[in-house]
Structure formats: C-alpha cells, structure tokens
C-alpha cells in the first residue's frame, strides 16, 4: 500500500511520500534508544511540562489537524476537532496524574517482615523504546492514548502509523518535538508494514503496542512472542447493543444514543455497537425508530457541518462492507433501510447507514465486523438468550446494556465476554477508564493507572535485615 494522501471523499491522490529507507530507519532507532537513556532519567514535573506544552500547540491548532484528519480518511470535522479536543485533554490528564499512578508501592509491613526483609518496596520504571503501529480511524487519539502515558512514564516511542494518515503521522512527530521534547523522544517512521518485523526484531526495542486488525495484531504478537517482548494489542470489535423492557420508558433515548454509537467515525470504530440484540417486548418499536433514525442521516462531505456519515475510508473498506452487506440478503436478512451506495455521490467511497434484520449465525457479519456504518438487529426472548447472542462473537471488546433492573445488571457484569460493560449509554473511551478487550479483540489494556504501567518495568526492591 503506497503512503499517499487520498481524499476518500472524492478518491483523489492528494499527496505522496516515500517511505524511509534502512539508513534512515537505523538512524531513527538509534536516536530513540539514546534518547531513552537520557530521558529515563528526567523527573515527572519535566514531562508534565513537555506533556501539557504539546497539549496547548494541539489546542491552538485544533482547526487545523482537524482538516487533515477529515481529508485525509473521511471523518466529519465536527469529529475531527473533538478528537483533537480528546486528545489535549488526556495529554493534560497524564501529565497531571502520572507521577502518583507510578508511584512506589509499600507492601503490608507484616508481609515485608514475613519475607526476611527490613524494608521493601516495588517501583515503576520504563522499558524503554515502544514501537507504536497505529491505524487510520482515530489518527490521533490512537497515538496520543498510548503516547502521553508512555512518555510520562519515561519511554521513547517510534510511530509506525497507517499508511493512508502520512500527514497526521508527521505532524503527531513534530508536535511533540515543537513542544520541546528532546530530540528522538518521539519520531514517526514513515514505512510500510513490511518493516515491523524487523523493527520487531531490533534488540534495542523493548515493546510494541498495536491497535488494528486481528490479522495485524496475530502478526504482531508472533514476532514479539518469537523476541520474548512484551506488547499490548487493541484489535477489532463487534460490540453488543443490548435493549431490556426495563429500559421502555427511555426507548427514545436508547434509540439516539444506538444511532450515534453505530455511525460515530462513519461507522468505522473498534467499539462502536454493531450488534443490537433487543427483547421480544420493545423490539418491534425499537426496530422501527432505529431504522427510521438511521435512514434519515445525511451521508456527504464530511467538510460540510451538517453531515452526519462521511465516506468509507478506503476503496477496499467500502468494498468488503459491502460483501458482507451482499452475503446477509443472499442469505435472508432484509435491509430496513440502506443496504447500498447513495447514488447522490458516485465519487469517492460512501455508503448508506443501513440496518439488517433477520440476520442468522450461518451469515458472515454475524462474526465479522462490520467497519461502517451497518447494523445487525436481533430479537431475544429473555436475558439468557441476550446473553447468548452477545456473546457468540469472536471478539470481546465492549458492551452496551439498556436497563434498569439491577439484578439484571449483576447478571450482564458477571456473564458478558467484553472488557466493559457500559449500561444506559455508549461506550466510550476516557483517560481515567481502562481500555481493552478479550478472546480476539485483543489483551492488556490502555489509558488508566492500567495502560501507563503496561510499558513499566514493575520492579520489586527489598532490603535484607540486619
């Protein structure tokens, strides 16, 4: 895949790069081992410094980036400025907060003596160089989520980002050098995905986190596996949308809440809800305002601020969407509404909001993710049944849950195969939450005191008695 600019709303190359060649790389992995040496020994009020100085350059060229990002994989500005938003938030969260969430923990004094110690203590210290290799659809806040905690802890990145954001790439490596880091902290490698294994393999990097798809993610963790490195991988989702009767009164709500939790980013996120499973009771009315919600979305420029659904990222993405889509009608499920490009935009890579109902386990979305926005309904007689469905996937990364019975509530927290369940609203990720999955969305986890000691050495210290 070439590492071009292409506006996905109108399909044209805007810009071009070459990769880096193997001086270049050796160079950029060489400055960031020396780096870290350096830098690991800097105190957490010079990082917070650096940490919120970048923040602020963010916050002062939010409009900016913003446009990048929309031009350069589709989502609507209106997404890419609260993105940017997100992201000097969290740098600002970190900085604030990194020194007590790594600070040294003091075993019960009774179980240091028991141990044959006069004194002992565990320490955080960093790794060392983290290789980040990012995807498109959030091309910053990918980053950033790992970036910020990882810098504060005292590690170096290199950033191999997707190949379709070089310009967001880029400008992520000069916003943290502008904001004064020293030099090779933080570096964006401009390579295709060929040089991961041998990056992978370098002695002087100590980690790599990835965020993409489950292939990504299987190649990633093999060559890590094969060097014995430690790594962190967000991979892909197909999060359950789940509508008891005890949540009727709020259907309104519940409705709004599914649309915009099935189309934020176009469609195109790890933790957007896919799988809507409703009860038999609410399910007709629920089907009913969905569809009818969804299909009334503007799909168009996502310049243009009163879009709702921009363009598929890629030509490929729009392509297997619509496999998927094809596959479930041949098979029997009907299309409430969408189910095919707008014929309004024949230029660039756009695709109606579509819900599917009737869809059966013999269907390939009922297993694979659905990267846009198209929606899978499901009718379910009970909470067991609920439960079930939910969890017949793959993938673990999430779950949302309307309703208001709290037993019913104890019963999803302890049987939902997901890394979260959130109830009476969408999931959504935030710096003070842990952030991962189970079974293939992935392990480990981001953001949170969870995410900054992944990339820490967890160091146990004990002194002996007298």
């Known amino acids: 895949m070439p590492i071009a600019t292409v506006n996905p709303a109108t399909g044209e190359t ?10 270049e790389i050796e160079e950029r992995v060489a400055r960031a081992e020396s780096a870290f040496r350096a830098y690991r020994g800097t105190d957490f009020a010079s990082r917070a410094a ?12 939010r409009d900016e980036i913003a446009r990048v990002m929309t031009t350069e994989m589709g989502k609507t500005l209106t997404a890419a400025r ?24 003091h075993p019960d004094p009774a179980d240091v003596k028991d141990s044959g110690a006069e004194a002992a203590y565990v320490r955080y210290r960093p790794l060392g160089v983290v290789l980040a290799v990012m995807p498109w659809n959030f091309p910053l806040w990918q980053v950033v989520r790992f970036a910020a905690p990882a810098l504060m802890a005292g590690n170096t990145g290199l950033l191999k980002h997707a190949s379709n954001v070089p310009q967001t790439a880029l400008y992520l490596g000069d916003l943290f050098h502008r904001a004064g880091f020293p030099e090779g902290c933080f570096q964006t ?10 990056l992978l393999r370098d002695p002087r990097i100590a980690a790599a986190t990835l965020t993409g798809s489950e292939g990504a993610g299987r190649s990633v963790a093999a060559v890590a596996g094969d060097e014995v490195k430690k790594t962190v991988l967000e991979l892909g989702g197909s999060d359950p949308y789940i509508v008891m009767p005890s949540a009727a009164a709020e259907l309104d709500r519940a409705v709004s809440t599914a649309v915009t939790a099935r189309v934020q980013n176009n469609g195109q996120s790890c933790i957007a809800a896919k799988r809507f499973i409703v009860h038999e009771d609410v399910y007709e009315d629920f089907a009913g305002r969905f569809s009818r919600a969804m299909g009334a979305l503007r799909v168009g420029d996502p310049l243009d601020e009163s879009t709702d659904v921009g363009p598929i990222a890629t030509e490929q993405g729009r392509a297997d969407l619509e496999e998927l889509v094809q ?6 499920a009907e299309a409430l509404c969408g189910g095919r490009r707008p014929e309004a935009l024949p230029a660039g890579w756009f695709y109606q909001p579509t819900v599917l109902a009737g869809v059966t386990p013999e269907m390939r979305i009922h297993r694979e993710e659905a990267f846009g926005p198209v929606a899978t309904l499901y009718r379910v007689p009970d909470l067991d049944s609920a439960v079930a469905v939910a969890n017949d996937s793959p993938f673990g990364l999430s779950s949302n849950v309307w309703t208001r019975d709290e037993q019913e509530q104890a019963r999803f927290v ?17 710096p003070a939450l ?22 820490c050495n967890v160091t146990t210290v004990w002194f002996g008695g007298s």
């Not at 805007?14 to 001086?23: I, K, M, N, S």
């Not at 609260?82 to 790594?102: D, I, P, Q, T, V």
């Open 434 to 455: 842990p952030f991962g999955g189970v079974k293939r969305s992935g392990y480990g986890r981001e953001l949170s005191e969870h995410g900054i000691r992944e990339f």
């Open 82 to 105: 609260a993105e940017a938003a997100k992201c000097a938030k969290a740098m600002r969260w970190y900085a604030g907060r990194a020194e007590g969430l790594l600070a040294d923990e």
């Open 414 to 430: 302890r049987d939902l195969e997901a890394g979260g369940v959130f109830f009476n609203g969408m999931t959504a990720s935030h």
């Open 189 to 198: 490698l401009l390579v295709g995905s060929g040089a991961v294994e041998d």
């Open 50 to 61: 650096l940490l919120g100085a970048a923040a602020d350059l963010l916050d002062k060229e």
């Open 14 to 23: 805007l810009r071009t790069f070459d990769p880096l060649g193997p001086a």
């Open 327 to 332: 596959d479930a009608v041949s098979q029997g």
